[in-house]
């Protein structure tokens, strides 16, 4: 079997892990009575989620880590890059998980702070940067016009912005039935594509593992949703976006894949210097999708129409790069 038909298999087989094991830490986190509590701050009507389990990234990252072991024992040229990977969303997913074991079992309201977790994201991206430089990955920006060689204490600051840039962006994206999947499933799948065009199959085997693992999330995530996952898989799968990028050599793309990541954090930055200047709200609440929430948008409608804008943002990223 050819190294791209690999990848339709590691889809398959990570859909069916996914799947077949979800419904089972449902039952568990029920049964235990480990739920989601709902912030004060956010939209009253998200109170009757309170309960509802949460942490389903773990089971997406097991099912995806099952296929990366594999792969690198099937693609011999690419095994340092799926090693790689390999290694971000288990250290990104550990980073979740212990913020997301601190608020379910240890009934740590906050979890980790803010502080610990971004410090731990720029020790996970620094080692990132580390890694590929013991690959002989070029210190090269590529931009859609030009590439710009930087030095390598300039292209590690831009890595570790990058890495915890996506990492915190996809977990703000986090927040409402079916959001984060179904725009990780369309980011996933354009860079799957993109690889499958640049002939780095073992990029498109990683990049299609994380859709088959998510579109068997998306089966119990969808509104309403039984389970929820947990910061243990929304930090993860933004810092593999963002390894993917700079593996492909098109950083920029993740820009317009990543559209609505994008969107979320810019709603946040503008609505804290908007406040902090004006003691005012420039949105009636962020991450934006709250936003709309509080505009009269039903879940439902912010999930179709943000993962519509993904969906333009992936076709002009994918004309931007194969152009």
């Known amino acids: 079997m050819s190294e791209k038909y690999l990848s339709y298999v590691a889809l398959v087989v990570t859909f069916i892990i996914s799947s077949t094991f979800m419904p089972k830490i449902i039952h568990y986190f029920r049964e235990k009575q480990l739920g989601q509590t709902m912030r004060e701050e956010g939209p009253s009507w998200h109170q009757s989620k309170s309960g509802t389990p949460t942490m389903g990234g773990v089971v997406i990252l097991i099912a995806s880590m099952i296929a990366e072991i594999v792969g690198i024992l099937l693609y011999p040229t690419g095994r340092n890059h799926l090693a790689l990977l390999l290694a971000v969303i288990i250290f990104f997913g550990g980073l979740g998980f212990i913020d997301d074991y601190l608020i379910l079992i240890k009934k740590q309201n906050e979890g980790l702070t803010a502080k610990q977790k971004f410090v731990a994201q720029i020790v996970g991206a620094i080692l990132v940067f580390v890694v590929l430089l013991w ?23 831009f890595v570790v912005f990058w890495i915890t840039g996506f990492s915190n962006a996809t977990n703000l994206t986090d927040g409402i039935d079916g959001l984060m999947a179904t725009n990780g499933v369309i980011s996933y799948m354009t860079y799957a594509a993109i690889a499958a065009a640049l002939n780095r199959y073992e990029v498109m085997f990683f990049c299609l593992s994380i859709v088959g693992s998510l579109l068997g999330f998306y089966l119990y995530n969808k509104k309403p949703a039984q389970i929820f996952m947990g910061d243990v898989g929304s930090l993860a799968l933004g810092a593999g976006l963002a390894v993917v990028s700079i593996l492909l050599f098109e950083e920029w793309s993740l820009l317009l894949i990543g559209m609505t990541y994008v969107m ?11 406040y902090k200047k004006t003691g005012k709200r420039f949105f009636k609440m962020t991450p ?15 999930v179709t129409r943000f993962g519509l804008l993904s969906i333009i943002g992936a076709l002009v990223g994918i004309w931007g790069v194969l152009l």
């Open 135 to 157: 690959f002989n990955h070029p210190t090269i920006l590529h931009l859609p016009f030009f590439t710009w060689r930087m030095p390598k204490v300039l292209y590690g600051i």
């Open 264 to 274: 979320e954090t810019a709603s946040v930055m503008i609505q804290v210097a908007y």
């Open 288 to 302: 934006i999708h709250h936003h709309f929430e509080m505009s009269g948008w039903s879940e439902t409608q912010i």
